[in-house]
């Protein structure tokens, strides 16, 4: 069970990227899918997250408007749509998959991707 994700770069203030992450070894259209992000220093946060259907979608504070989650879970992929980026949005952005409920919380994941950094410059 692998979870790939990629689309992370350098990138200026203001600027757009779009996150992707593809399962493999098993399919995850059952699960809730999410994003987390560790800046340098810091503890891993929630980024945002979709129901296993589509239907819910939750985001932090702090991207709120600026992201956009989405899945298509006929390729097993998630994808996270980030607009008018900060620097404060730099980090490793990493993909999991859970079978949970209280999709906002870290530690109700049980599979993670490796991660792929974004840097935001100003």
């Known amino acids: 069970v692998q979870l790939q994700a990629s689309g992370g770069g350098l990138v200026q203030a203001g600027g757009s990227l779009r996150l992707s992450c593809a399962a493999s070894g098993r399919t995850f259209s059952s699960y809730a899918r999410g994003w987390f992000r560790q800046a340098p220093g810091k503890e891993r946060e929630f980024v945002a997250a979709?129901?296993?259907?589509?239907?819910?979608?939750y985001y932090a504070d702090s991207v709120k408007g600026r992201f956009t989650i989405s899945r298509d879970n006929a390729k097993n992929t998630v994808y996270l749509q980030m607009n008018s980026l900060k620097p404060e949005d730099t980090a490793v952005y990493y993909c999991a998959a859970a079978a949970a409920v209280d999709i906002t919380r870290l530690e109700m994941y049980r599979y993670w991707g490796q991660g792929t950094l974004v840097t935001v410059s100003s």
């Open positions: 979709v129901s296993w259907s589509g239907g819910s979608r």
